[in-house]
């Protein structure tokens, strides 16, 4: 059976979401594919009865005030608040105010902004900044900083887009969160859609796209009756994660294209898709404020922090709920660290996280278990409809990707956080922004 639209999304991330919006008030017939049971993409927010707040697994800051996000916060009404709560690390058991890092990344951005030539990974400007035996402390934490919050090994990320993301804002920009989670986006995208009359197929892999120029077949099945069927438009928007345009034709997940995309050399040279572990650990109450615990004993108690960063443990950074009294911790690895994690498999994860919380603590891990209610994570690697946490550019990348931005013969347009510029890569807004981009794109080409 064959159906046919003027443009047909291929995923329903904030990106695709994004692109069928504008594609939808156009007035043009629009289909999106989602090969999930759910819109959303590596936006996951779960809702737990026992748990007080939204369980994000996916994404859940806003980063700043990036218009992408505020517009919809504006129009959908929402809630939104600021994450508040000091910063300490734990060294020797005892909380301290942690090597203040952002004069350092100010000191990076400064001489990657002056760095002439071919772009460098970014150890190599560390390694020129820091370059004796007495930085090595500083260079290390940089170095974790760099992977940890970009999802990368810093021996492959473009020093130039960790520059511009830095001079941005990066990890020092003001932080906030939904008050009904992360998804309260997705929701409102998702019905503005249903008032446009876009229809959204959940549950309906995409196993092959044939395309030539102002036509495009999307051979699809759906994963609950294994029934096929073709979709046929004019256009398609590919709003595929970057992991899943990586892989092998014969992987589970992967889209083969005929002919190949024109950029598919592209794709494997401007990023790659790294890897984050998170874990969300809900507590029967928020034992850790207790003043009896020695990590309490010092001038910074628990109680006063949004986050933990402590660098000897397998997650090393950690958050709470602040300004929101909640019994739940979050614990976060990512890069290098992640990968290890990942290896080992869900189970172990969650292991890794109740040891790491007992060594912070100073407590026994049966003490720590005693008190755990429930541990929430999701494998984002193993996803065959991600194959990644979030993308990260390599070293000399910037072309290529500008590359993958431009419409493919006017028939195929390309979208996704790994698009986005170097401030906004890897970021619901990121995202946003690209699909809009493409739809744009899509719409100019139409008209000629």
Request: net charge positive; proline share 5%; charged share 25%.
């Given at each position: ?70 517009r ?34 100010q ?15 970014f ?7 820091w ?60 019905d ?42 004019r ?81 090393p ?90 419409p ?30 493409a ?10």
């Amino acid at each position: 059976m064959a159906t046919t639209a003027d443009v047909i999304v291929l995923g329903a991330g904030a990106a695709g979401l994004a692109a069928a919006r504008r594609l939808g008030t156009a007035g043009l017939k629009v289909i999106v594919v989602e090969a999930r049971d759910r819109c959303g993409g590596r936006v996951y927010t779960r809702h737990v009865p026992s748990v007080p707040v939204p369980i994000e697994l996916g994404a859940e800051f806003i980063h700043g005030r990036p218009p992408e996000i505020w517009r919809i916060v504006s129009e959908a009404r929402a809630a939104v608040y600021a994450v508040t709560g000091r910063h300490c690390a734990v060294e020797r058991g005892r909380l301290r105010a942690p090597i203040e890092l952002w004069p350092s990344m100010q000191k990076v951005v400064r001489r990657i902004a002056a760095m002439r030539g071919p772009d460098r990974p970014f150890v190599e400007v560390a390694d020129a900044l820091w370059p004796t035996p007495a930085d090595a402390e500083i260079r290390a934490r940089v170095l974790s900083y760099v992977e940890g919050f970009n999802a990368a090994h810093a021996d492959r990320i473009s020093a130039r887009s960790v520059a511009r993301a830095e001079a941005a804002g990066g990890g020092g920009e003001q932080a906030f969160r939904w008050v009904r989670g992360y998804d309260h986006l997705i929701a409102y995208l998702s019905d503005e859609l249903a008032a446009l009359h876009v229809a959204v197929r959940l549950g309906t892999v995409v196993e092959a796209v044939r395309w030539r120029r102002g036509r495009v077949m999307v051979a699809t099945r759906s994963r609950r009756t294994d029934r096929t069927s073709t979709l046929t438009a004019r256009a398609a928007v590919v709003a595929l994660p970057l992991g899943v345009l990586q892989i092998a034709d014969d992987a589970e997940g992967s889209v083969r294209f005929t002919p190949p995309l024109p950029s598919a050399g592209a794709i494997a040279s401007a990023a790659a898709v790294g890897d984050a572990v998170r874990v969300v650990l809900a507590f029967r109450e928020a034992f850790w404020n207790d003043g009896r615990l020695r990590i309490n004993r010092g001038a910074c108690r628990m109680s006063q922090l949004g986050f933990v960063h402590a660098p000897s443990a397998e997650l090393p950074t950690w958050w709470t709920t602040a300004p929101i009294d909640a019994p739940v911790l979050t614990a976060w690895a990512g890069g290098r660290r992640a990968e290890a994690l990942v290896a080992r498999g869900t189970d172990a994860i969650a292991a890794a996280a109740v040891t790491s919380l007992a060594e912070i603590l100073g407590v026994g891990v049966r003490t720590v278990e005693r008190r755990l209610e429930a541990t929430f994570t999701h494998d984002w690697r193993a996803d065959p409809f991600s194959r990644g946490a979030y993308s990260y550019l390599r070293a000399g990348g910037h072309a290529a990707v500008r590359r993958l931005s431009r419409p493919i013969e006017g028939t195929l347009f390309l979208a996704g956080e790994a698009l986005a510029d170097d401030a906004n890569r890897g970021t619901v807004h990121g995202a946003l922004a690209s699909g809009d981009r493409a739809a744009r794109a899509l719409l100019g080409a139409l008209r000629k």
